[in-house]
């Protein structure tokens, strides 16, 4: 009689809660679905209600009751058990820490393991901004993961990027905001399917405190958010462009989709056009982009000094980016429209007029 009640008293619930389009979805799977709705807690119950109004139909299919309920109970621990966490409206904490993936990437069960693995890192973080930049310049030396275009795929899950020992811009972002949201800071993937210069495509992250912030995954600045190398780049980004706009992923229902470059028909995965958000307000029209590679007799790019000369005795000094950093990321100087400079590396030197942006190779 009393497993009749519960039977009764759980069918119910679930009548309740608005997911019955979800358990149509999920197929054979419902029982796995019907089982994390029973079990979960009550003060995470509002979470696992909304997890699964949101998850993408495929998870609906494949994922276990054991995960969804993991997923859900160590999220809710780093939202309630940090200072950051404690400062996390549930919007914020629904869309940006609760979700176990990010878009079409393979789901690990990641929740747990980060959580143990990275929380000791930031236990002492007075804030989110603080843990999230201490966590970029720590995570990937601890798990032995590196930028590298000879990454198995670009749209890896982070055990597929820990397993291959190097990742793209996509796979490790998808690490660092997986980590973030293992020790409850809020996160979100955000890409561009091209620069304004058609040079690539590129993803980077943002966190959440009290407002977003943003940074390259594996690319710290000191202890600085909102200070990138693709800074200038993104500044030309088009509002509306789905080609050439700025976008972040949200779980949320959206008018927008997130276009993936790596899977460019795809269209089921929600985005946020966030352009205004990277447009400069200055004007750089009369100041010319001119990127600067050095290069080894295989065409490798290396790391040496460059020298900038031009004339009223303009000096510039940097070094060049090797194969560690993104294909993208270039030293990149400003130069004045019209102007003549020299340009040198080693015994390497080239002479040239700022007409456009370009790349200049060097061979030192």
Not at 51 to 70: G, H, T, V
Not at 104 to 113: G, L, P, Y
Not at 309 to 318: K, Q
Request: charged share 25%; glycine share 6%.
């Amino acid at each position: 009689m009393q497993k009749s009640i519960l039977l009764c008293f759980c069918f119910s619930f679930i009548l309740g809660s608005g997911l019955e389009s979800e358990l149509i979805f999920a197929g054979d799977n419902k029982i796995q679905i019907k089982k994390a709705i029973n079990q979960v807690t009550s003060n995470q119950r509002p979470g696992m209600i909304w997890l699964i109004n949101q998850m993408p139909e495929d998870d609906l299919k494949i994922l276990s009751a054991d995960f969804l309920l993991s997923n859900c109970e160590f999220a809710y621990r780093a939202w309630r058990g940090t200072k950051w966490g404690k400062k996390t409206p549930e919007h914020i904490f629904f869309d940006a820490v609760l979700p176990y993936a990010n878009l079409n990437e393979r789901r690990d069960n990641w929740r747990k393991d980060f959580y143990e693995r990275f929380l000791p890192i930031v236990k002492d973080s007075k804030s989110a901004y603080e843990a999230a930049v201490l966590l970029n310049h720590k995570i990937f030396e601890m798990v032995g993961v590196v930028y590298s275009t000879d990454r198995p795929k670009a749209d890896q899950s982070p055990y597929e990027s820990i397993q291959a020992g190097m990742a793209s811009c996509t796979g490790l972002s998808i690490l660092l905001i997986d980590a973030c949201r293992s020790v409850g800071i809020p996160a979100r993937f955000v890409g561009t399917p091209r620069w304004y210069n058609d040079s690539g495509n590129h993803s980077w992250v943002e966190i959440w405190d009290d407002g977003w912030h943003y940074t390259g995954a594996a690319e710290p600045t000191g202890d600085k958010l909102d200070e990138v190398w693709f800074s200038e780049m993104a500044s030309k980004a088009k509002k509306g462009n789905m080609k050439y706009g700025i976008f972040a992923v949200t779980w949320e229902d959206s008018d927008h989709y997130f276009p993936m470059d790596w899977l460019p028909s795809i269209k089921k995965y929600n985005g946020i056009d966030i352009t205004d958000r990277y447009i400069q307000t200055i004007n750089l029209e009369e100041l010319i982009p001119i990127r600067i590679r050095t290069l080894n007799s295989l065409g490798i790019r290396q790391a040496n000094k460059v020298i900038v000369l031009g004339e009223n005795n303009f000096l510039y000094e940097g070094i060049s980016k090797d194969q560690t950093c993104d294909m993208n990321d270039h030293l990149t100087v400003m130069l004045p429209k019209g102007k003549t400079f020299k340009v040198r590396s080693g015994h390497d030197v080239r002479t040239i007029e700022v007409v456009k942006e370009e790349i200049i190779d060097l061979k030192p």
